[in-house]
């Protein structure tokens, strides 16, 4: 995976807009070098080019997803201007002047002053003008070109926002005006909500990352790509809510357009957009799934029954909307039947939170306002590609209350493996789990062990003020279960929720 080596070694420059994702390499020693620009571009300016443009010609071919420019030159020291723009086939696609050494096009977004849209085969410039050049000098310049033939995951962000690995705490789901998100104009009117509101309202939360997930929509990307260099400790992530008369999933880390349109329940339909984002590297999870369907809210519970292992990596376990409705985190009609049913089924598949916003302005301290639940992540670092990766690791808890600092951490130890959330331990029949339990952040309460999706009594413990939680010894049958911790408060609330760990069969002896 060269996007864990690139997460390890944290190489700013690779994670370069769009261009990384297809075009870094990794040689057999693991290392990550350069991507490989599709084509570079050099020349001069002389004093012949003064207050002139030059338009440098490249034929791009059929097929591509994303073309970025990165553009540099020599002769500053002598007072050498040059600006830059780039030109389509058929028209002008923007102009940075002397404002940026790098931009971006693809179909959903680009960088500010240029236009997302199709990449047309054939004929392109890129156009230099040139304010300054003395007399007498020579100014070399080169334009590195570098295209994406594949849709794939995409950065809004140059490099991670943080290079530290630990724990992310972000909104995985809400919505902006490019659907039906809503919030107070100057004059008080209900408006669809523009996207700095949205991620404003986010950033005041003190959130490190959220997914606008508007429903079917992939125009809210452009503003999203904008913003990003606005909010740099706010990672903005590719999201959308595909959503469909039979259930709802977002879909995490990419921007190419999925078909969502299905009149039929099942896989069969589904798999046309579950197969697709899976390709490209996107990760699906299942919208509040215990919501009843009907004319209160159509097409929100989940009737694809018949998906196949793998199909989804998260469930979105808690839901804010859910959350506001009926004022608990383990409603029936919150997520936890779906989930258990999948981890019961031998999947491993992460359950996620996710405050459903539907309003910007609703206040901080309210079920739905952006951040209630929030879902947080132990990250490689705070990337989209360090999220992806995190959320399929596993080692994720939702806080529902949406708070800065509590803290659910689990571990289980046996036999010499360490297993954190997420990851598996493998054992023979007979051996003794012991856990390490890690809680932080609510002052007294009960922490249960769920195992195979049972609360069982003897694995309970009442905990007050800042002491040490200790759990009973689990011992091993030799057979596939899964084990996680969840924590109520003093008052019986539901308020963190943690991921399993999974113990297997021991793998077969080679002896
Ligand atoms: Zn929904
Ligand atoms: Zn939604």
């Known amino acids: 995976m060269w996007r864990r080596a690139l997460a390890r070694i944290a190489l700013p420059l690779l994670l370069v807009t769009g261009v990384a994702a297809t075009a870094a390499a990794q040689d057999k020693a693991g290392t990550v070098t350069a991507p490989t ?23 791009l071919p059929p097929g591509v997803t994303r073309l970025t420019v990165r553009f540099s030159y020599g002769g500053k020291d002598q007072h050498t201007a040059i600006d830059i723009g780039l030109a389509d086939p058929q028209r002008l696609r923007g102009w940075s002047g002397g404002a940026r050494d790098h931009m971006t096009v693809s179909e959903t977004d680009a960088t500010p002053g240029y236009l997302p849209g199709p990449l047309p085969a054939g004929r392109w410039h890129l156009i230099l003008g040139v304010p300054n050049v003395r007399a007498g000098v020579s100014a ?20 991670p926002l943080d290079t530290h690995p630990g724990w992310y705490r972000g909104d995985l789901h809400m919505h902006s005006g490019n659907s039906d998100g809503k919030c107070k104009s100057q004059t008080g009117r209900k408006i669809g909500c523009p996207v700095y509101r949205t991620v404003e309202a986010a950033a005041t939360r003190g959130l490190d990352f959220i997914a606008l997930t508007d429903h079917n929509a992939t125009s809210q990307y452009d503003a999203e790509r904008a913003l990003q260099p606005a909010f740099d400790k706010l990672l903005l992530v590719p999201g959308r809510e595909i959503t469909t008369f039979f259930g709802h999933a977002n879909v995490f880390g990419i921007t190419s357009f999925l078909d969502w349109r299905m009149t039929k329940p099942g896989y069969a339909q589904a798999a046309k957009w579950m197969t697709a984002a899976e390709r490209e590297g996107g990760l699906v999870s299942i919208n509040h799934p215990g919501v009843p369907s009907g004319e209160q809210c159509m097409g929100c519970g989940w009737r694809v029954d018949d998906l196949p292992a793998g199909a989804v990596s998260a469930v979105e376990v808690v839901n804010g909307g859910t959350l506001a409705a009926t004022g608990r985190a383990d409603h029936p009609a919150q997520g936890f039947n779906l989930w258990n049913r999948l981890l019961n089924d031998g999947q491993h598949v992460t359950g996620i939170g996710g405050s459903d916003n539907h309003d910007a302005d609703i206040p901080a301290d309210q079920p739905g306002a952006i951040g209630t639940p929030t879902t947080v992540v132990y990250m490689p ?15 994720v808890f939702i806080d529902v209350d949406g708070t800065r600092d509590r803290v659910l951490d689990l571990a289980a130890i ?9 990851q598996t331990l493998h054992l023979p029949p007979g ?15 009960l922490v249960q062990l769920v195992i195979d999706g049972k609360a069982e009594p003897a694995y309970r413990a009442a905990f007050v003020g800042g002491q040490p939680v200790a759990l009973p010894d689990w011992h091993s049958d030799g057979n596939r279960h899964w084990i996680r911790a969840e924590v109520r408060d003093g008052k019986g609330r539901l308020v963190l929720i943690g991921n399993p760990i999974y113990i297997a069969p021991a793998r077969a002896s080679h002896r």
């Open 37 to 59: 620009p599709f084509k570079t571009l050099r020349g001069t300016i002389t004093r012949a080019d003064f207050e002139q443009y030059r338009e440098i010609p490249f034929d």
């Open 140 to 159: 070399p310049y080169e334009a590195q070109i570098f295209v994406e033939r594949a849709p794939g995951i995409t950065e809004f962000a140059d490099a």
């Open 381 to 395: 670092n705070l990337s989209v590609h360090g999220l992806l990766d995190g959320l399929r690791a596993g080692r």
């Open 414 to 422: 046996a036999d010499g493996q360490h297993a954190d959330m997420g």
């Open 431 to 445: 051996r003794t789990v012991r856990f390490a339990l890690m809680l932080k952040g609510v002052p007294s309460g």
